[in-house]
């Protein structure tokens, strides 16, 4: 499988040159960019396949960069950010982003960050985002029958618990806020109440998961949301 081409969006030259080092080192390849508008013009000009953005940029919000760039391409955008608070992480995968990535971060987190976008563009590019039948390790959802399986083995789940786990493979390796899950299942008038998610979500990956306190396909983003951990390939 041939690498994806990498949009880098940092201001910082140091901080920026040790991310393109490290994705050079891992035989990525990668484009540079070290303000919003020079970002915009990269992402229309070369196409690439993911952007590693942050948010405090010189000339404008990198959420208004993830918002233009949502207005006409769906590529994976991981935030890389020295933003830590909650607000802000949920202000920018709300917007758009896939992932977010809070400063200092290790290069080990950051390829591994790099790897789940890979698997899912590879989801995405084989059709599974779209095929009547999810495919995930063990797991396996009939979308058509409305049935799910762990290991062959079908699981009962109730039509709350199913539209939760529709909604997290059909953006498998993403991070799916409070307020978006919470209004996609209840409507928008519950779009802050996250007591009653979290209730089903529980219910859900103690059907899902043999071990809960292991995950290996939800993931808690703690004060976030939620992610469907997508399987090596």
Partial sequence: ???????????????????????????????EAASGQE???????????????DLGLPDM????????????????????????????KIGALDAGADDY?????????????LRAI?????MLKSGAASSPVFVNGGLRVDY?????????????LTPIEYKLLCLLCQNAGKVLTYPYLTEKIWGASWRHEVANLRVFMATLRRKLE????SPQY????????????????
Avoid at 39 to 53: F, G, R, V, Y
Avoid at 101 to 113: C, Y
Avoid at 210 to 213: A, D, F, Q, R
Avoid at 222 to 232: A, C, E, L
Wanted: proline fraction near 4%; avoid cysteine; glycine fraction near 4%.
């Fill in 118 to 122: 890979q698997r899912r563009l590879v």
């Fill in 210 to 213: 043999s071990e809960p306190g």
């Fill in 61 to 88: 919000d990198g959420v208004e960069v993830i918002r233009a760039i949502r207005s006409w391409s769906n590529m994976p955008i991981v935030v890389i950010s020295a933003r830590s608070e909650d607000t802000d």
């Fill in 39 to 53: 970002a915009l013009l990269n992402a229309t000009s070369h196409h690439p396949d993911i952007a590693m953005l």
């Fill in 144 to 156: 058509t029958a409305r049935r799910a399986y762990i290991q062959e083995r079908e699981i009962h």
């Fill in 1 to 31: 499988m041939n690498k994806p081409v990498v949009l880098v969006v940092e201001d910082d030259k140091s901080v920026r040159k040790l991310m393109s080092a490290t994705l050079q080192a891992h035989d990525y390849r990668f484009i």
């Fill in 101 to 113: 990535l809070v400063k200092p971060f290790s290069v080990d987190e950051l390829l591994a960050r």
């Fill in 218 to 233: 939800i993931q808690t983003h703690i004060g976030v949301g939620y992610r469907m951990i997508t399987q090596g390939t």
